[in-house]
């Protein structure tokens, strides 16, 4: 299986360092992944707006770049939803390229627990930490459990976490709030969306967390700027970062095994 990695833009532009540690994750995971060039936005901020007519030739050069490989993992849930859960308003439901897409686009740790099968990550982080679960991940693309769902659901990223030794992740009141960032309701409302995101900073500091951590780069870089900005005592780091640092650690000296691969 040959696996397209799909960097969102804002990824691409202000956090490359996230990119490089997905792409080492699935490396030391044993996956076999190519970049494929001229890859560009998914259309989300468009297609937010309301401006489809821009949306429309951007999801189209989208699937035409990705249609060929056999899966195609993106560290961020939000441009993953775009794609899996949006994108049928600019294409007909017989167009099997973007039917295959649909069905084989993931984000990081879904595509870790659900496509890889792998269900602890060998390593140490010895931080206390805290976990912000993104609208899109949870509400979309169901990567865990929401307080107005009922239904039960595996929280991918918290189980991958909580298999590092030496981490420590603190609960937050609020788990599943929004931050308020929002993609451009954060320049319409920004009173709103800063308001909101102090709030979530304020709960994960209240925790005792010294790292927040996230599977959405948009969050982070919402909440990281208002931390930095009021020099609150909290760092920020994606969900890959955390993970490929961890194994890194683990292949620089321990003797412990493989990543746990479940039976599927």
């Given amino acids: 299986m040959t696996v397209a990695l799909f960097i969102p833009c ?4 202000f956090f490359p360092d996230v990119a490089i540690a997905t792409l080492t994750l699935l490396e030391r995971l044993g996956v ?26 951007v999801a189209k050069q989208w699937v035409k770049r990705f249609a060929s490989y056999d899966a195609v993992v993106c560290p961020s849930g939000s441009c993953t939803s775009m794609i ?22 993931y984000e990081l740790c879904e595509f870790v ?4 099968g792998v269900r602890s990550i ?18 979309e693309l169901r990567l865990g459990k929401c307080s107005e769902n009922m239904t039960p659901r595996e929280d991918k990223m918290r189980m991958l976490l909580e ?26 409302e920004r009173e709103t969306s800063v308001a909101m995101g102090i709030d979530r900073v304020t709960d994960h500091i209240s925790s005792g ?4 951590i996230a599977g959405d780069m948009s969050c982070l870089m919402h909440m990281g700027g208002l931390i930095r ?3 609150m005592p909290m760092s920020v780091k994606h969900i890959a970062e955390v993970l490929a640092e961890a194994m890194q650690s683990d292949s620089s000296g321990s003797d412990r095994s493989a990543p746990a691969i479940a039976s599927r």
Avoid: W
């Fill in 10 to 13: 804002y990824i691409d532009q």
């Fill in 32 to 57: 076999e992944v190519e970049y494929p060039a001229g890859q560009t936005c998914c259309g989300q901020p468009m297609a937010n707006t309301g401006c489809d007519a821009d949306t429309a030739p």
């Fill in 84 to 105: 899996r859960n949006h994108y049928a308003d600019y294409f007909g439901p017989d167009d099997a390229e973007f039917q295959h897409l649909r069905e084989n686009t």
């Fill in 113 to 116: 627990v659900d496509r890889l």
């Fill in 122 to 139: 060998p390593g140490t982080f010895n931080r206390p930490v805290s976990i912000h679960s993104s609208c899109h991940g949870l509400r």
């Fill in 163 to 188: 298999s590092l030794d030496g981490i420590e992740i603190k609960p937050i009141t609020r788990v599943d709030e929004c931050c308020g960032f929002g993609g451009t309701f954060a320049v319409a």
């Fill in 209 to 212: 967390s010294e790292v927040m």
């Fill in 229 to 231: 900005r009021r020099n």
